[in-house]
C-alpha cells in the first residue's frame, strides 16, 4: 500500500497575508449553526470544501461542487476515508487560496464566499466528534503505575470509550451518578489509513496527526469492576483538541511534554517520553486482531498526578476550568459543571 507521507509533507503550506512562513493544522469549526471542515493558520480558518470548489470553478471543471463535495468533503471523518486522495485535493485547495491572496482585494473576496474566516468568528468543535472508534491505552505511563501501585503491564491494556466526545470550552458536565470525576491529560493519534496487520516500521505511515485530549474518568464507577467501559464512557468525558495536528509536523511524538492544570494548580506535568508502549507498537499490536480504519482515534495514557493518587485526593469540581496542555499540538480548556 502507498504512504500518503508526501502529501502531508505538503500540505504544511503557506497562506500569504503578509505573514510569515507556518503550518496548517486541520479543525472541526462552526459557523452560525454549520459545522464544516476547515484548516487553521495563523490569520484565519480556510474553508477546505469551498476552497476546492473554487478552484475547480476557477479551472471551468465540470460539476465543481459534486466533485468537491467527493474529493475534500466538508466533514472530517468522510475527508479522512478519502485517504491520499483526499489529501491531495486538500493540498490544492490551500495552494489555491494562498495564490489567490497575493491579488487585491482577495481576502474580502474570499470571505465573501465563505472560503476565509478570522478566528475570533468562529467556534471551534472536537476535530472528530464521530470518530468509527475510540480505544484507549490504560497504565501507560511508568510513573503513573507507580503512583497506583500497579505492575508495568507486559503488553497494551486496551479498552473502549463511548459518549459524547466534545471540544475546546465545552463544559464537562457530571451527571447525579457520577462520583469522584478525574482529569487525565492524553496524546492521541487519529489514524488516517485503514491499517490491518501493519508492522511497527510502518506503523506511522497509517497515522493522520495528533491532537490532546482529556480522558475524564468516573473513578467511582471505574473501581466497581474489572471492565473500564462505563465509567470512561460518561457523556461529555472525551474532551479533544483544539486541532489535529498533521504527523509530518511532530518530529517525535514521544518527546512532548504534557500537562493539567486548574487555575494556578499544575496537576499533571511529564513528557510523553515516559509511555510504555510506542504508538508504532500500539498500532502493530491492535492491528494483528481487528482493522483501524481512517478516524479511529487512540488515546495513549495517562502521566502521574491524577487526582485519585494525590494526597488528598483532588477530583473534578463544578466551577473548576481544566486545561490540558501538550507542547506543539494546543491547549485545551474545558469548563466544569453538574448536571
Known amino acids: ?27 472541526t469549526y462552526t459557523f452560525r449553526g454549520e459545522t464544516r471542515l476547515g484548516a487553521w493558520v495563523e490569520n484565519g480558518i480556510v474553508d477546505l470544501n469551498r476552497a476546492y470548489v473554487s478552484l475547480l ?42 495564490k489567490s491572496l497575493r491579488t487585491s482585494g482577495a481576502f474580502e473576496k474570499l470571505k465573501e464566499l465563505g472560503v476565509l474566516f478570522t478566528h ?49 470550552g465545552a463544559p464537562i458536565r457530571i451527571p447525579p451518578a457520577v462520583q469522584k470525576p478525574d482529569y487525565e491529560a492524553e496524546l492521541v493519534f487519529v489514524m488516517g ?16 496527526g495528533y491532537s490532546t485530549f482529556n480522558d475524564v474518568s468516573a473513578r467511582a464507577l471505574q473501581s466497581r469492576v474489572s471492565q473500564w467501559t462505563l465509567g470512561k464512557s460518561v457523556d461529555t468525558f472525551s474532551v479533544m483538541g483544539p486541532y489535529l495536528v498533521l504527523k509530518d509536523e511532530i518530529s517525535d511524538p514521544h518527546q512532548l511534554r504534557i500537562s493539567t492544570r486548574i487555575g494556578d494548580e499544575v496537576l499533571q506535568d511529564s513528557n510523553t517520553s515516559d509511555m510504555i508502549f510506542t504508538i508504532p507498537q500500539v498500532i502493530a499490536y491492535i492491528s494483528q486482531v481487528m482493522a483501524l480504519e481512517p478516524g479511529t482515534v487512540i488515546t495513549t495514557g495517562t502521566p502521574q498526578g491524577v487526582g485519585s493518587a494525590r494526597q488528598p ?8 476550568t481544566v486545561i490540558v496542555e501538550i507542547e506543539k499540538l494546543g491547549v485545551l480548556s474545558n469548563p466544569v459543571t453538574r448536571d
Not at 4 to 20: G, K, M, S, T
Not at 137 to 145: I, K, T, V
Not at 196 to 207: C, F, G, I, R, T
Open 313 to 320: 485526593p483532588r477530583f473534578l469540581r463544578p466551577g473548576d
Open 193 to 208: 489509513k485503514r491499517a490491518y496487520q501493519v508492522s511497527e516500521e510502518k506503523a506511522l505511515d497509517y497515522v493522520a
Open 57 to 98: 470553478q476557477q479551472e471551468q471543471t465540470a460539476r465543481a461542487r459534486a466533485r468537491a463535495d467527493a474529493m475534500v468533503p466538508p466533514d472530517m471523518l468522510a475527508f479522512l476515508q478519502g485517504e491520499e486522495e483526499s489529501m491531495q485535493a486538500g493540498l490544492e485547495a490551500i495552494k489555491h487560496v494562498q
Open 120 to 168: 475570533d468568528e468562529i467556534k471551534l468543535e472536537a476535530p472528530l466528534t464521530n470518530p468509527p472508534h475510540l480505544l484507549s491505552l490504560g497504565l501507560n505511563y511508568r510513573q503513573h503505575a507507580d503512583e497506583t501501585g500497579s505492575q508495568v503491564p507486559q503488553h497494551p491494556i486496551i479498552f473502549t470509550k463511548e459518549g459524547e466526545v466534545i471540544g475546546p
Open 1 to 27: 500500500m502507498k504512504s500518503y507521507r508526501l502529501p502531508l509533507i505538503f500540505l504544511q503550506v503557506v497562506l500569504v497575508l503578509n505573514a510569515p512562513v507556518f503550518a496548517t493544522k486541520l479543525v
